[in-house]
């Protein structure tokens, strides 16, 4: 679900990895639209279309050695789930309007609130980019699953803010009581 913190998981494999040093990049999939995510994703050329007025590198290019968050994978159209596929496949790709075939070792994390199954059923997501992407499963449940974090997540962000708060046991009950939609 949304704000059950997906990123900050990610940021933390990314972290206890091997590739820490490198280049950790998140994209939201689901925030952009087919054209502008392809040229987020693998670049573009000078001229690929109009705005393009020079080359830009792509997040592949950027984190390659790195990890990748792709955060709502699941609302990437079938076109761009292709390009995807290929390069998990094989670590190639083109930038839009390229004829270069570039190569990329990028450790792909990826995450969405919507389930993929039922997608694939549907035809709406890819069967074999699902299988790709599915190595290992994190399921992170909403925070109002997981009531015995409630308090330490409210003492974390007040220290931050002022560590000479402290929260009273009215507020803490408050904290316990709401529903956290």
């Avoid at 280049?23 to 987020?40: D, H, M, P, V, W």
């Avoid at 007025?53 to 076109?79: M, P, T």
């Avoid at 190595?135 to 409630?150: A, G, N, Y």
């Avoid at 931050?160 to 904290?175: A, G």
């Amino acid at each position: 679900e949304t704000g059950t913190g997906k990123e900050l998981i990610a940021h933390f494999i990314h972290l206890a990895s091997r590739r820490n040093n490198q280049a950790f990049i998140r994209i939201n999939c689901g925030a952009l639209s087919e054209t502008i995510l392809e040229s987020e994703l693998f670049g573009h050329e000078k001229g690929a279309f109009t705005g393009a007025s020079k080359e830009r590198r792509g997040v592949f290019e950027i984190a390659n050695k790195g990890s990748l968050f792709l955060d709502e994978v699941g609302d990437a159209s079938l076109a761009t789930q292709v390009k995807l596929l290929r390069v998990i496949e094989s670590g190639e790709y083109m930038r839009v309007g390229g004829e270069e075939i570039r190569k990329t070792n990028t450790r792909i994390i990826s995450a969405t609130n919507i389930d993929l199954k039922e997608a694939v059923e549907q035809k709406q997501f890819r069967e074999d980019l699902y299988y790709r992407l599915n190595v290992l499963q994190l399921e992170i449940p909403p925070l109002r699953e997981r009531h015995q974090d409630i308090i330490s997540i409210a003492e974390y962000f007040l220290r931050k803010m002022n560590p000479t708060y402290v929260l009273s046991e009215e507020t803490k009950r408050l904290l316990m009581q709401h529903d956290w939609p």
